[in-house]
T-cell receptor, first 117, second 111 residues
Framework: AQKITQTQPGMFVQEKEAVTLDCTYD???????LFWYKQPSSGEMIFLIY??????QNATEGRYSLNFQKARKSANLVISASQLGDSAMYFC??????????????FGDGTTLTVKP | NAGVTQTPKFQVLKTGQSMTLQCAQD?????MSWYRQDPGMGLRLIHY???????DQGEVPNGYNVSRSTTEDFPLRLLSAAPSQTSVYFC??????????FGSGTRLTVV
């Protein structure tokens, strides 16, 4: 069964506006982590932000924040003040058994974000 | 610069040929993995390793072998290339609880 679902194949946002990229997940594990990665058109994968299942506060990294709603099993990425350089594919990933070294990560199919000038 | 180094960046193989994709990291990460990314899709796990001498299968292991003789190196071997293995391959490493550091990818075409 799909463990990570990104329902938005493509999103558009005006430059300087905020945008939310959706991610829902499914797990029965108590200790897990949610991760977001950015893949620009050049192809590299860049780690953006991480949220642990036991973290009480939503994670933030600069203009990126993670809206973590544990009961709803969602971990949406919020990008504030969008820039043209934010245009990329964004992947949500989940890793179970977070406190061990063996946890495997499962990736969603990604959302393509286009920032309009 | 510290990170994950993948070679080659591009490769064309004929059906039935074998080859090895190289991956090396200098961050002393115990966990390393190989993913493949097909057009318009997310990453699927091929094989992974939690430390030197230990490897295990991921979601799509058929047609691939790995070994981990050192902490630094984690090569991926294609045994007999097939057109279905045309993809972009990423090597990644991490510490426990951390996000992945990815290599720059290998774009493989099998004709």
């Amino acid at each position: 069964a799909q463990k990570i679902t990104q329902t938005q194949p493509g999103m558009f946002v005006q430059e300087k506006e905020a945008v939310t990229l959706d991610c829902t997940y499914d797990t029965s594990d108590q200790s897990y982590g949610l991760f977001w990665y950015k893949q620009p058109s050049s192809g590299e994968m860049i780690f953006l932000i991480y949220q642990g299942s036991y973290d009480e506060q939503n994670a933030t990294e600069g203009r990126y924040s993670l809206n973590f709603q544990k009961a709803r099993k969602s971990a949406n990425l919020v990008i504030s003040a969008s820039q043209l350089g934010d245009s990329a594919m964004y992947f949500c990933a989940m890793r179970e058994a977070l406190n061990t070294n063996a946890g495997k990560s499962t990736f969603g199919d990604g959302t393509t974000l286009t920032v309009k000038p | 610069n510290a990170g994950v180094t993948q070679t080659p960046k591009f490769q064309v193989l004929k059906t039935g040929q074998s080859m090895t994709l190289q991956c090396a990291q200098d961050m002393n990460h115990e966990y390393m993995s190989w993913y493949r990314q097909d057009p318009g899709m997310g990453l699927r796990l091929i094989h992974y390793s939690v430390g030197a001498g230990i490897t295990d299968q991921g979601e799509v292991p058929n047609g691939y072998n790995v070994s981990r003789s050192t902490t630094e190196d984690f090569p991926l071997r294609l045994l007999s290339a097939a057109p279905s293995q045309t993809s972009v391959y990423f090597c990644a490493s991490r510490v426990t609880g951390g996000g992945y550091t990815f290599g720059s990818g290998t774009r493989l075409t099998v004709v």
